[in-house]
C-alpha cells in the first residue's frame, strides 16, 4: 500500500452535496485554500460531492456508468474522470501539472476529489497522491487527454523515476466523441463550447477562464497568496462534472436514447466504422425522423442497401435522398446529387437493365456538375469525365439494334 493509499479505503459518510474538511497545520503559511485538507507537507486535498441526478450547474448530474454503450469501444465498468490544470498549455519538460481532478461514482453521489501541488518540490509526492486516488483497473476519461493529460502525468512520473499503476488502462478520449459529433455544428469543439451549446452547462462568475490559469498560479508561487486560486479550484471541478455529463450524452446519443437527428446521424456512422451495421441502420433510421438529418441519413441508408445488394431498397432510398437534397436547393446541393444520379444510373444500367433511365439519370449528374461549378464548388473533373463516357455507352448501347 503507498503512502497515501490509506486516504481511499473509507469514504466518508455522503451526506451533503459538498463535504468540507478543515484544514491540518501542515503546508506552512498558505491560507485562502478552498477548503480542505492537508495531506503532506506540499499536497493539498479538496473533496466535493455532487448528487446523481440533475445537471452539473445545480450541483447535480445524471449517472454516467448507467447504460454505458462506450463499453463496446473499449471502456470498463468503473470510470475515473481526470482532468488537469498547468503551468503551461505547450507541454515540454518545462510544463508540469499543479492541479488534478479525478471524479468517480461514489454511491448516489458523483465524488471530486481535487490534489493541489504546493511547490514543484513536492511534485514526487503529489504524483503519489494522484495515483493513489485513480482506482485500479478503472478506464480513464478526459477531453483531450490522450494528447495532453495523461502524456503530460507520463513525462512527470519519467521525471521523479515513478511508474504509474494506471499506465495501461483503457482510456476514453471524449474530444474524439465531440468532434465525430459536433464537427460542423459547433464554431469550436473545445470543452467549453460543447458545454454552452449542448449540455447546456453556464459557469458561475468565480470561474476563470483557462488560458489564465498558469499565471495565476505562477502569481501564487510568487507572493504566497492563494485566494485567487479558488476560481481553478471551480474551473477544475466543473470540467470534471461535465466530463460526466458528456460521457453520458456521448453514451446515451451511441445507443440511440438522447439526442437529435445530426448526433444519432453521427451516432450511426460511428457505429459503422466499427463494422456494426445493424446499430448504424437503427440510428440512420431515428435520424429520418428530423428534417435537418433527413437528407443524410436517407444517402446512408442507401449506400448500406447497396452493400447489402438490396438493389431496389437502394433505389427507393437514392431516390428519398435525391428528393430531401433537391428540396434544400439543387444549386446548394449540386456535389450530392450528382454522387445520387450517377448511384441511380449504375443500377438501372447494370442491376435493372433500363438503359433509357440510366441515361436520363446520367443527363441530370451532368447538370448538377454544371450547376456546382456555377456555384463555385469544386468538382471531381475525372468523375465527370467518366459520367460523359457512360453517357457515350448508354447513347451507343439505347441506339444498336435489338
Known amino acids: 500500500m503507498g503512502k497515501f493509499d490509506v486516504l481511499f479505503q473509507n469514504d466518508p459518510a455522503l451526506a451533503g452535496v459538498k463535504t468540507e474538511r478543515a484544514a491540518s497545520r501542515r503546508g506552512g503559511a498558505v491560507s485562502g485554500l478552498p477548503a480542505g485538507t492537508w495531506i503532506s507537507d506540499g499536497v493539498y486535498r479538496v473533496e466535493t460531492l455532487r448528487e446523481i441526478g440533475g445537471v452539473p450547474e445545480n450541483g447535480g448530474l445524471a449517472n454516467p456508468e448507467e447504460y454505458n454503450a462506450l463499453r ?6 468503473r470510470l475515473s474522470f481526470l482532468d488537469l490544470e498547468t503551468t503551461g498549455l505547450s507541454g515540454g519538460t518545462g510544463t508540469y501539472a499543479f492541479l488534478c481532478g ?14 493541489f501541488l504546493k511547490n514543484p518540490a513536492h511534485e514526487a509526492e503529489w504524483l503519489e497522491a494522484v495515483d493513489a486516488g485513480i482506482p485500479k483497473n478503472a478506464t480513464l476519461v478526459t477531453y483531450n487527454g490522450k494528447t495532453f493529460d495523461v502524456p503530460m502525468l507520463r513525462t512527470r ?11 495501461s488502462s483503457p482510456h476514453v478520449d471524449l474530444l474524439y466523441f465531440s468532434r465525430r459529433f459536433y464537427r ?3 464554431e469550436s469543439c473545445s470543452l467549453g463550447s460543447v458545454e454552452t451549446n449542448v449540455l447546456g452547462v ?8 483557462g488560458a489564465l490559469i498558469p499565471e495565476i498560479y505562477a502569481r501564487y508561487l510568487r507572493t504566497g497568496a492563494a485566494a485567487s486560486l479558488r476560481g481553478v479550484f471551480y474551473h477544475n471541478e466543473l470540467d ?3 466530463l460526466a455529463s458528456l460521457y453520458r450524452r456521448v453514451s446515451d446519443a451511441l445507443a440511440g436514447r438522447a439526442g437529435r437527428g445530426r448526433e444519432f446521424l453521427r451516432a450511426g456512422d460511428i457505429w459503422n466504422d466499427m463494422g456494426k451495421t445493424e446499430a448504424a441502420s437503427r440510428l440512420w433510421k ?5 428534417s435537418e438529418s433527413r437528407a443524410e441519413a436517407s444517402l446512408r441508408m442507401a449506400f448500406a442497401a447497396k452493400r447489402g445488394m438490396e438493389h431496389e431498397n437502394a433505389r427507393i432510398r437514392f431516390t428519398e435522398a435525391f428528393r430531401e437534397f433537391s428540396s434544400r436547393g439543387a444549386s446548394r ?4 446529387l450528382f454522387v445520387i444520379l450517377e448511384e441511380l444510373a449504375k443500377l438501372e444500367e447494370h442491376r435493372f437493365m433500363r438503359p433509357e433511365r440510366a441515361l436520363a439519370h446520367v443527363t441530370a449528374a451532368l447538370d448538377a456538375m454544371r450547376r456546382a461549378r456555377r456555384y463555385g464548388e469544386a468538382t471531381d473533373t475525372a468523375r465527370a469525365k467518366a459520367m460523359e463516357h457512360r453517357r457515350e455507352r448508354l447513347l451507343k448501347k439505347i441506339r444498336a439494334p435489338v
Do not use: T
Open 72 to 77: 463496446e469501444m473499449g471502456a470498463g465498468e
Open 102 to 115: 479525478l471524479g468517480a461514482v461514489c454511491g448516489k453521489y458523483f465524488k471530486v476529489v481535487q490534489f
Open 157 to 167: 512520473h519519467v521525471l521523479s523515476r515513478m511508474c504509474p499503476h494506471w499506465e
Open 184 to 186: 460542423g455544428h459547433l
Open 202 to 209: 453556464r459557469r458561475a462568475n468565480r470561474d476563470v477562464p
Open 240 to 242: 470534471i462534472a461535465s
Open 286 to 290: 431515428m435520424a429520418l425522423d428530423e
Open 333 to 336: 446541393h449540386a456535389a450530392e
